[in-house]
């Protein structure tokens, strides 16, 4: 049975959710433990993590659900 538009719309924003989170504790550990010399690979962490979650957010199936969402009201 294929996934509801809403459903398929908070499984996807969960996931975003997720990755936000891990976002906050890479940047938790950077402020708190990471040494010093490791700040370089944080960065390039945090940038990937950041166009992830943009891509997701701005992916046509977001679009296309809301769009779906907004029809069926």
């Keep these: ?3 509801k538009p809403l459903d398929e719309l908070y499984r996807n924003l969960r996931e975003i959710a997720a990755i936000r989170s891990c976002e906050s504790l890479l940047d938790w550990d950077e402020r708190t433990y990471m040494p010093h010399n490791g700040s ?3 960065g390039n962490q945090m ?3 950041a166009g992830i979650v943009h891509e ?3 992916s046509p199936r977001i679009g ?3 769009d779906t969402l907004i029809a069926e009201r």
């Design 56 to 58: 997701r957010f701005v």
């Design 47 to 49: 940038a990937t993590l």
């Design 64 to 66: 296309e659900l809301l």
């Design 40 to 42: 370089e690979h944080r």
């Design 1 to 3: 049975m294929p996934e």
